[in-house]
């Protein structure tokens, strides 16, 4: 019988992870579960940790989970395996070719603060991917199979379709200080459930009509209002963005063409920003959107 606290831990990776995405956005490293990114980020909590025991501070908490369950990931995108719980925290179980034991990524992190030489994230890493190239010369066949993280991995998507999507989260993330100051002065754009009626503001004076929010002059506007909306979802729970191409094989395919949130865990919602976005500049009715967020935090 699987374990809740691993249960819970897992579907609360994709949450813990918002966390890093800000420090992301603050500069330093890139989000891209890669090794490089390893000793950049082990640097910046280095700046926000002086101690140890301070990943058990109530207010840091999230931010050292998100950095393990970083960790973690990175691994098991690596080596292949899942994750588990041993007595009170959750570990890192490599895939059974490789021979190695488990990996605590929280009690990682700690050790990274203890320390303190940026280097304690990369020698972990390296030592499993010494592991990997010795299976993979010895069997040239063998490849890691890892368990689906839900709202971390990917769904199974072209590559094209990630690639589009990919680009088009990271140009909203880095271009929304620019739509902020373009549409949105006076507002306060912190992610909440209260900012959506904001946001029902801006459609409501630049596309009053379902006409004008398809138009082509209004593409800036309304992409940022589409990634604004997925990014108050993704923040309930955690969750990924979603690209699907259009199927002239399934023409009535409602989730393609556009972007999605797919939130995280085994009950997690499909939140399409656009069609919510639609309703509302459709009926006019003021609360459409805070509606629809709320249908999500169940």
Same mark, same amino acid.
């Given at each position: 019988?699987?374990?809740?606290?691993?249960?819970?831990?897992?579907?609360?990776?994709?949450?813990?992870?918002?966390?890093?995405?800000?420090?992301?956005?603050?500069?330093?490293?890139?989000?891209?579960?890669?090794?490089?990114?390893?000793?950049?980020?082990?640097?910046?909590?280095?700046?926000?940790?002086?101690?140890?025991?301070?990943?058990?501070?109530?207010?840091?908490?999230?931010?050292?989970?998100?950095?393990?369950?970083?960790?973690?990931?990175?691994?098991?995108?690596?080596?292949?395996?899942?994750?588990?719980?041993?007595?009170?925290?959750?570990?890192?179980?490599? +895939?059974? $070719?490789?021979?190695?034991?488990?990996?605590?990524? @929280? /009690?990682?992190? %700690?050790?990274?603060?203890?320390? #303190?030489? =940026?280097?304690?994230?990369?020698?972990?890493?390296?030592?499993?991917?010494?592991?990997?190239?010795?299976?993979?010369?010895?069997?040239?066949?063998?490849?890691?199979?890892?368990?689906?993280?839900?709202?971390?991995?990917?769904?199974?998507?072209?590559?094209?379709?990630?690639?589009?999507?990919?680009?088009?989260?990271?140009?909203?993330?880095?271009?929304?200080?620019?739509?902020?100051?373009?549409?949105?002065?006076?507002?306060?754009?912190?992610?909440?459930?209260?900012?959506?009626?904001?946001?029902?503001?801006?459609?409501?004076?630049?596309?009053?009509?379902?006409?004008?929010?398809?138009?082509?002059?209004?593409?800036?506007?309304? +992409?940022? $209002?589409?990634?604004?909306?997925?990014?108050?979802? @993704? /923040?309930?729970? %955690?969750?990924?963005?979603?690209? #699907?191409? =259009?199927?002239?094989?399934?023409?009535?395919?409602?989730?393609?063409?556009?972007?999605?949130?797919?939130?995280?865990?085994?009950?997690?919602?499909?939140?399409?920003?656009?069609?919510?976005?639609?309703?509302?500049?459709?009926?006019?009715?003021?609360?459409?959107?805070?509606?629809?967020?709320?249908?999500?935090?169940?």
């Amino acid at each position: 019988m699987t374990d809740q606290r691993l249960t819970d831990w897992v579907d609360g990776i994709s949450l813990n992870l918002l966390g890093l995405e800000e420090l992301e956005e603050q500069g330093g490293f890139r989000l891209d579960f890669s090794a490089g990114s390893l000793g950049a980020l082990e640097a910046r909590l280095l700046e926000y940790f002086g101690e140890p025991e301070e990943i058990d501070d109530p207010a840091r908490r999230d931010l050292a989970d998100g950095a393990a369950g970083y960790l973690g990931e990175v691994l098991l995108r690596l080596a292949g395996g899942e994750w588990g719980w041993r007595g009170s925290e959750p570990v890192v179980h490599a +895939d059974n $070719a490789l021979g190695l034991g488990e990996a605590y990524p @929280r /009690r990682t992190v %700690g050790r990274a603060i203890g320390e #303190r030489t =940026e280097r304690v994230f990369a020698t972990v890493f390296s030592e499993w991917e010494q592991a990997v190239t010795r299976v993979r010369a010895a069997d040239p066949m063998w490849a890691p199979s890892k368990k689906h993280t839900p709202g971390v991995d990917p769904f199974e998507m072209t590559e094209s379709d990630a690639r589009h999507i990919d680009t088009w989260v990271s140009g909203r993330r880095a271009g929304f200080g620019r739509w902020r100051a373009t549409f949105g002065t006076g507002s306060d754009w912190d992610f909440g459930p209260a900012s959506l009626d904001a946001l029902e503001g801006l459609l409501a004076r630049y596309t009053p009509t379902s006409r004008d929010l398809y138009a082509p002059e209004h593409r800036e506007l309304v +992409d940022g $209002a589409v990634w604004y909306f997925g990014e108050t979802v @993704r /923040r309930i729970r %955690g969750g990924v963005w979603v690209y #699907r191409s =259009e199927d002239p094989a399934a023409p009535d395919n409602v989730y393609a063409g556009d972007p999605y949130v797919q939130q995280a865990g085994r009950d997690g919602d499909i939140v399409m920003p656009i069609l919510a976005i639609d309703e509302f500049v459709a009926t006019g009715r003021r609360g459409t959107l805070r509606a629809r967020h709320s249908r999500s935090s169940g």
